[in-house]
């Protein structure tokens, strides 16, 4: 219970977004968007006050690092919001698109570019256009009664933001405790071609196939494997005419 | 650097989170599906957090790793949609609810799962391009008859149809 009292900030942001939230899912009626998207905005709001001021103070002498993660990590979460509670597919699978958009720049901020470009190359080019086909396909009229109701809103909002709330305290308290030398490697005997040279920036693709083709070699042939396996799976399942022509 | 890595472990948090909900609560096959890619998304971002912090490419393979498990996922769940879709003519997953255990309740609630009241459609239409500029009325075509030399004009009443 002290614990409760001591963290009121974290826990009432939790429940202003879980409130939120649970008002701007799809359910039968007139759905509340306007109030549930304030108060879902209201508790996201507190939630960054309450880990801004113990956590982020340092964030001043990165100014624009700062400025780009907020920006990136707002457009993420609020086009999450909407993907997960837009009553028509399509505009959902946008939604998506945007996230992932959102999470590369987030990627990018964290010196991995060449990860920002596949990712956008494999979510955003591939899979998107790929479901946006099937939901052309499958539903050509539009968006059906499957669409406009959520499957038990409350017990899900309930069972997801007891999952955020420890996630978020476990992060928010673990912060103390980590690494005070953060640029020593914990384990050096573990995969040391992933490890960073002494001036070597992080980031680098020479570095990163240096650690994909050296100490995950087998492991990347078996990624390799299974991409071989799963498409050839993907054809078996795929349902054909009765006459076996596709 | 002290906050730099815990504002992107929250934010990975928080996508988790928010594609679990989406996972737990759309009917739509192909939005639980990306839903669980949006989980994926969560985790990639705490993995390349972790290997920044660390100062190795551990989390950066493993992301991509992780990006081949999703074009796999994306495939095979998109294959067995597609053979669900020909046996129900839906999306909806409320449909095969009939494959749980026979002791337990139904998934949804029976008010949530019956047909739409009178007042409100049943059917969102997804949105349409107005068509621009004017609607052309029945048009003449002239054209001549190199035989005899008479220019005819046929008048066509075909009209160009839009859909609504």
Not at chain 1, 138 to 145: E, M, R, V
Not at chain 1, 147 to 173: C, E, K, M, N
Not at chain 2, 79 to 91: N, V
Request: one cysteine or more; a negative charge; hydrophobic letters at 50%.
């Amino acid at each position: 219970m002290d614990w409760f009292i001591t963290n009121w900030m974290l826990v009432s942001g939790l429940l202003l977004s879980a409130l939120g939230l649970w008002l701007l899912l799809p359910r039968a009626g007139g759905r509340l968007t306007l109030f549930g998207a304030a108060i879902a905005l209201v508790g996201l709001v507190q939630l960054v006050s309450t880990l801004h001021s113990a956590n982020w103070t340092a964030g001043d002498s990165k100014l624009t690092e700062t400025i780009l993660f907020s920006v990136f990590s707002l457009v993420a979460l609020v086009s999450a919001v909407l993907m997960i509670t837009n009553r028509n597919p399509v505009y959902a699978a946008l939604w998506f698109a945007l996230v992932t958009l959102s999470t590369c720049g987030l990627f990018l901020l964290q010196s991995a570019p060449f990860l920002a470009a596949a990712t956008i190359i494999v979510y955003a080019g591939a899979i998107v256009v790929t479901f946006v086909f099937v939901i052309m396909l499958a539903q050509q009229s539009g968006s059906t009664i499957c669409d406009q109701r959520s499957r038990q809103p409350l017990a899900a909002t309930i069972a997801s933001f007891v999952l955020l709330g420890a996630l978020l305290s476990t992060i928010h308290t673990w912060q103390g405790q980590q690494l005070a030398h953060k640029t020593e490697p914990t384990v050096t005997a573990a995969n040391p071609l992933s490890r960073l040279a002494a001036d070597e920036p992080i980031g680098t693709l020479r570095g990163l196939g240096r650690s994909l083709f050296g100490d995950y070699l087998f492991a990347t042939e078996m990624a390799g494997t299974l991409l071989l396996i799963a498409s050839i799976g993907a054809i078996a399942m795929a349902p054909r005419r009765a006459e076996g022509r596709l | 650097m002290t906050g730099d890595v815990e504002r992107y472990l929250a934010v990975g948090a928080a996508l988790f989170t928010l594609g679990a909900l989406g996972f737990l609560t759309r009917r739509n096959l192909i939005l639980m599906v990306l839903s669980a890619e949006l989980m994926l998304h969560g985790v990639s971002l705490t993995l390349v957090t972790f290997g920044r912090m660390h100062h190795s490419f551990e989390g950066q393979a493993f992301t991509i790793f992780i990006l081949t498990v999703a074009a796999c996922e994306a495939g095979l769940s998109l294959s067995l949609i597609l053979a669900l879709y020909q046996k129900s003519k839906s999306l909806d997953v409320e449909l095969w609810s009939e494959l749980r255990e026979p002791d337990l309740p139904p998934p949804m609630a029976e008010e949530d799962r019956e047909d739409p009241s009178p007042e409100e459609p049943a059917i969102i239409h997804y949105p349409r391009l107005t068509p621009a500029g004017i609607q052309p009325g029945p048009r003449e075509t002239r054209f001549s008859d190199d035989a005899n030399g008479a220019t005819t004009t046929v008048r066509s009443n075909d009209q160009p149809t839009i859909h609504h």
